[in-house]
């Protein structure tokens, strides 16, 4: 009957203060990786003839239909061929240039709250072991006040009390990290699909007059 009552709630329960920051991080990882990840799945999504169309309507003197197309698309390549197509009669170097600084701002948006979640990674293990640190001074200290009655189950009962936080702060810091590592992949497939587009649509650019 005692191994019946050891459930998730009575342990989350006998971790003290701690384990509510604990809880707390673990909500912000989880929202953060879900919003994120659904924020970055939509921006690497691209319509297949995009690319082809802004082709043709350059190519056929097109502009407006081609900033046209890049309206109607919400996506960081359609937002950052716009800004290139915008700038079309000026020299290259200046519409490379915008094309790279749309890109940087449109990685910066998809990053937004990344680091949050790096440092839910780096700080649930630490307020474990305070949690833990805090556990055994209360167990010893619970100890010492027993006097010469000193009962070991009053000190393995602080003990494994103790290390709960522990086990709670590795858990949520390795979901954490994990969930952090799988967004910066993400966002690095993102990186090198707008470097192509870039390089695409400039040597687009050179097509027509060669």
């Not at 709630?9 to 384990?19: F, I």
């Not at 079309?88 to 949050?116: F, M, S």
Request: net charge neutral; charged share 15%.
């Amino acid at each position: 009957q005692e191994f019946e009552t050891l459930s998730i709630w009575n342990l989350a329960l006998k971790g003290g203060l701690v384990m509510i920051p604990l809880a707390i991080l673990s909500i912000v990882a989880i929202y953060i990786f879900i919003e994120r990840y659904f924020a970055i799945s939509r921006a690497s999504s691209e319509e297949i003839n995009f690319m082809n169309n802004i082709r043709d309507f350059i190519h056929n003197g097109r502009i407006d239909s081609a900033k046209s197309l890049c309206r109607n698309n919400q996506s960081p390549i359609a937002r950052m061929v716009a800004k290139g197509i915008v700038r079309i009669g000026r020299p290259l170097t200046d519409i490379n240039a915008a094309i790279e600084n749309v890109g940087k701002l449109e990685i910066a948006k998809l990053e937004k709250n990344i680091a949050v979640l790096a440092t839910v990674a780096g700080a649930a293990p630490m307020l474990g072991f305070l949690g833990t640190v805090i556990g055994m001074v209360r167990a010893f200290y619970n100890m010492s006040m027993a006097g010469p009655n000193i009962d070991i189950s009053l000190l393995a009962g602080g003990i494994y009390e103790a290390m709960i936080t522990t086990i709670t702060g590795l858990t949520v810091g390795i979901i954490a990290y994990i969930c952090y590592n799988i967004l910066v992949a993400r966002i690095e497939k993102v990186v090198f699909m707008l470097e192509a587009r870039a390089t695409e649509f400039m040597d687009l650019l050179h097509e027509p007059a060669s």
